[in-house]
């Protein structure tokens, strides 16, 4: 599967520059040119991983960095300063390039770090709840429950991302690969069911329907 790459820069020579680089080793590109934009192109596409710049308009880089959750960002900055490097490192960022910057080592370090995020998705953790698609487990609080490959493709495509609302089209089109044979019309069963045995292993209500749009998960 295609990997996209969310290049968050508002240099538009820098950011055409990157695109056609990325487009020319195999990967999709999303791209928004201020922190909000981005916040919400996040939220829309759901990149494999971020390529960030701190000068933005609106939100900062610094301030964007901690709202991003789940998905690898690469700081691309001039800034050079160590104390401004470790700081982004403990905020979340998973590396750091200086501008200007050598093009094979940044599709290396690319290539690196989507690897590792790929082998950190396999088992995902949201608000006591757990997934493993190595196994394809699910528990709650420790606790196992027993999911059908439907229920449990569905939970997997929530957790990957907790903030986003998610369609009937896009969860169908996310599930299609765990679990090809499930249709549309039986998709809102499936999530009654799912959300039903979440309950009960808690007494909490983890999925919330966003009517008109879709669902998403709730703490």
Known sequence: MQK?????DDDVYIGDMLQELL????YAVARA???TEALY???SNSPDLILLDLMLPGLSGEELLPKIQNIPVIVVSAKVDIDNKVNLLLSGAVDYVTKP??????L???QVHLRESARRSDCLQFDGITVDLSTYSASVNNTPIKLTKTEFAVLYTLMQNPDKVFSKDAIMTQIEDLTPDCEESSLRTHIANLRTKLKNATDKDYIAAVWGIGYKLKS
């Open 4 to 8: 996209t790459i969310l290049i968050i």
């Open 33 to 35: 040119y201020s922190g």
């Open 108 to 110: 290396a370090r690319i």
């Open 23 to 26: 487009k020319k080793n195999g």
């Open 41 to 43: 192109v996040i939220q």
């Open 101 to 106: 910057f050598d093009i094979k080592e940044l």
